[in-house]
């Protein structure tokens, strides 16, 4: 056996964490309300009401393949990060980098839904002994919020904030940190709505600046709010390069700030550069 233990450690706890060890369970029927007309959902909710009382429920069987998962296309029913294997080793990668390089600053992710990024980000901490960086947590932990059509266009019909599925609470983030013993003090949540928790946030510096708020208002509010602290060297990661919203945002933002750092494709939807200038 070659490898070193940080290696084996970490790459347990991603395939652990994106629940890659087992098959994909069956989705509950009620998670895809979003997708139906309002009288089927009503039907659904409270047909899965009456027979969750009966600790019962309705659930669709799927088999999504192995390139399916690995990049992060499915909405999963127990793993803790839905970002899939080629996302969670793209933030492995740029996280051992600045740790080994000593790039200045805490990470962050803005949108944490079960936490497994976040989870992840703080195993590198531990496996390299770093015990001078924060992983800060941002999340309304209570899902997306309504498009704010007037003052971001791009977000007009956005359905996000329709999909129960997205809104975990902080307790239960919390938990899952827990249960892979990485919940301490360098773990600091910023609950909220991104407008409101990140232009205060106490964060001086940042290496690792991960953006996963979907919608091009979360996109942009945490650009605005936080890409002057990534330091030189520090990497910016898009979740949702696949989404308008998101890309819209991404793009106006690196054009009005004359960003000249190349973006590299990771999967269909994530994509990252690292600020070098
Ligand atoms: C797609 S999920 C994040 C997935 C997660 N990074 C993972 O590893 O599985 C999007 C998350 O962003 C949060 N979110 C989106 N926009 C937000 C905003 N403007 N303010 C606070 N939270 C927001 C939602 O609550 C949700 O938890």
Redesign the pocket.
């Known amino acids: 056996m070659r490898e070193k233990p940080e290696d084996l450690y970490l790459n347990l706890l991603k395939n652990t964490l994106s629940f890659n060890l087992w098959p994909e369970p069956p989705v509950p029927v009620e998670s895809q309300n979003y997708l139906r007309a309002p009288w089927k959902r009503t039907i659904i909710s409270f047909l899965a009401r009456i027979l969750k009382l009966k600790n019962l429920g309705l659930v669709q069987y799927v088999s999504p393949t192995e390139e399916e998962r690995a990049e992060g296309k499915v909405w999963p029913g127990y793993a803790d990060?839905?970002?899939g294997l080629k996302r969670l080793d793209n933030l492995l990668q740029c996280c051992r980098d600045v740790v080994e390089k000593k790039i200045q600053g805490d990470f962050i992710?803005t949108?944490?839904?079960?936490g497994?990024?976040c989870i992840l980000m703080r195993a590198v901490l531990a496996a390299y002994r770093d015990t001078g960086r924060k992983v800060f947590v941002?999340?309304?932990?209570?899902?997306?919020?309504p498009p704010d059509e007037d003052n971001y266009e791009a977000d007009a019909g956005d359905v996000h904030h329709q999909m129960d599925f997205?809104?975990?609470s902080e307790e239960q983030v919390r938990r899952n940190f827990e249960r892979y013993g990485l919940l301490d003090e360098q773990v600091v949540f910023l609950k909220?709505?991104?407008?409101d928790t990140l232009p205060t946030a106490p964060i001086d510096d940042l290496a690792i600046l991960r953006l996963?708020?979907?919608?091009y208002?979360?996109t942009m509010?945490a650009l605005d709010a936080l890409y002057d602290k990534l330091s030189p060297g520090g990497y910016c990661i898009v979740?949702d390069y696949g989404l308008r919203g998101c890309k819209q945002a991404i793009d106006d933002f690196r054009k009005t700030h004359s960003i000249p750092d190349q973006l590299i494709s990771v999967d269909w939807t994530g994509v990252y550069w690292q600020k070098n200038s």
């Open positions: 990060t839905m970002i992710e949108g944490v839904w079960r497994g990024s941002a999340d309304s932990f209570a899902g997306l919020p997205l809104a975990v909220g709505w991104f407008k996963d708020g979907d919608m208002e979360s509010t979740d």
